[in-house]
């Protein structure tokens, strides 16, 4: 299994709402990434996991909560969300050495805040 | 701090044409480089990667990139351009010593438009 999944591919929720996006991988990788990416732009790290720890997050704001319940599993908890959140939400695992493999990621969540 | 500068936000060729996407680094070490395809509505996939070894290094689809530390350039190349080559393409470099994990910086990307 060389695949990173993640689910909802879509997600609508409204600035009240909780919500949840996951990701799954079987790869043996021990990081685990959250990006953020708006339209016409490059992907923006939010988040890192090695060993499932948290080592970065980018200053990202509180309404945003990750998670790495095991070694294959990440979510991203959403709440309270502003509209400008809205953007594609890519996650990316990578082996756990020096770099020097490359990122394998996930096909997105299209997130609209409403 | 590592960074990459993508030249070029639209490029444009004819479909059989040599396709040449630049991409130049700056780093204060040896780095590893990068390049992604995204194609609309998904996620980033791998096409190629520099880590030290091979200065000319080929990836999937018929893409390579040759790294020259003398121009600080990793850039893209492809002999004979598809139509199903239109893309956006991110170079990217990563931190050797980040330790346990990978902190990539991607460039700001290039969409690249195949004429029929």
């Known amino acids: 299994d060389t695949e990173v999944t993640q689910t909802p591919k879509h997600l609508v929720m409204g600035m009240t709402n909780k919500k949840s996006l996951k990701c799954e991988q079987h790869?043996?990788?021990?990081?685990m990434y959250w990006y953020k990416q708006k339209a016409k732009k490059p992907p923006e790290l939010m988040f890192v996991?090695?060993?499932?720890?948290?080592?970065i997050n980018e200053s990202v704001p509180s309404r945003f909560s990750p998670e790495c319940p095991n070694s294959s599993l990440l979510n991203l908890h959403l709440h309270a969300l502003q509209p400008e959140d809205s953007a594609l939400y890519l996650c990316?695992?990578?082996?756990?050495?020096?770099?020097?493999?490359?990122?394998?990621f996930g096909s997105g969540t299209r997130l609209t805040v409403v | 701090a590592q960074s990459v500068t993508q030249l070029g936000s639209h490029v444009s060729v004819s479909e059989g044409a040599l396709v040449l996407l630049r991409c130049n680094y700056s780093?204060?070490?040896?780095?590893?480089l990068f390049w992604y395809v995204q194609y609309p509505n998904q996620g980033l996939q791998l096409l190629l990667k520099?880590?030290?070894?091979?200065?000319l290094v080929k990836g999937i689809n018929g893409f390579e990139a040759e790294f020259k530390k003398s121009e600080t350039s990793f850039h893209l190349t492809k002999p004979s351009a598809h139509m199903s080559d239109a893309a956006e393409y991110f170079c990217?470099?990563?931190?050797?010593?980040?330790?346990?994990?990978?902190?990539?910086?991607f460039g700001t990307g290039t969409k690249l438009q195949v004429i029929p």
């Open positions: 990316a695992s990578s082996q756990k050495s020096t770099g020097s493999g490359g990122y394998t």
């Open positions: 790869m043996g990788h021990r990081a």
């Open positions: 996991y090695s060993y499932e720890k948290l080592s």
């Open positions: 780093s204060s070490v040896p780095p590893y």
């Open positions: 520099y880590t030290s070894a091979a200065t």
């Open positions: 990217a470099v990563s931190d050797p010593s980040s330790g346990g994990y990978q902190k990539v910086t």
